[in-house]
């Protein structure tokens, strides 16, 4: 079964340091979405991404987040400068262009630890 | 700004005891209601559309049933395989309507 694969399983930094999450989403799909889950919280839409740019963003994603298609395969997060609330699971997720808008495929996450 | 409230938090049932969970929203025009399931450690894995009052989905021992204020995952005989995490996520039409809204979920635990 197709599945949406996430790198790294677990990543840890220092406060102000550059992070790169990547994920590989299923091959035909079209439409690709960054959620994160703070401990105990509640998954949060961060950005939807859509034939090379930006669909729809959160106030969440900020100037310090951006988000790149760099191939066919890959799509990856990155935070700038890492904040001590940037502490969380981090979600990829993508969608076949004939599905509706909300039956996504999520990846198993990155959890991404700020000292 | 769309709103989505899980209830209850927890819950623990035997093996065979049928239960609903509930979700109650409120969105600036639904189009979609979804059900998820997340287990430890994992993503959230798709279970269900709904898109207007009155639908009805149904998967082994799970059916979502949706009104116009709020949505229900009826668990019918579960089994020791059902605990999880249920969440529920409304799409409305803020924004460009790409982002869905999840409430906190409902923690399942089905005992032998």
């Known amino acids: 079964e197709p599945e949406v694969t996430q790198t790294p399983s677990h990543q840890v930094t220092q406060m102000g340091q550059e992070v790169i999450l990547r994920c590989v989403p299923i091959?035909?799909?079209?439409?690709f979405y960054w959620y994160r889950q703070i401990l105990g919280q509640k998954v949060e839409f961060l950005v939807s991404f859509y034939n090379n740019e930006i669909s729809e963003k959160s106030e969440i994603f900020d100037d310090q987040f951006s988000v790149e298609r760099p191939d066919g395969s890959n799509f990856t997060l990155k935070i700038r400068s890492t904040k001590l609330e940037d502490s969380a699971m981090y979600f990829c997720a993508s969608r076949a262009e004939l599905a509706a808008t909300g039956e996504l495929f999520f990846g198993e996450g990155s959890r991404l630890t700020v000292l | 700004e769309d709103q989505v409230t899980q209830s209850p938090e927890a819950l623990r049932l035997q093996e065979g005891e049928s239960s609903s969970l509930n979700c109650s929203y409120t969105v600036s025009g639904l189009r979609g209601l979804f059900w998820y399931r997340q287990d430890p450690g994992k993503g959230p894995e798709f279970l269900f559309t709904l898109y207007s009052a009155g639908e009805e989905k149904e998967k082994e021992r799970l059916k979502a049933t949706l009104t116009k204020k709020e949505s229900f995952l009826h668990i019918t005989a579960p089994k020791p395989e059902d605990s999880a995490t249920y969440l529920c996520a409304v799409r409305g039409i803020t924004g460009g309507g790409n982002k869905l809204t999840f409430g906190t979920g409902t923690q399942l635990k089905v005992e032998l």
């Open positions: 091959s035909n799909h079209l439409y």
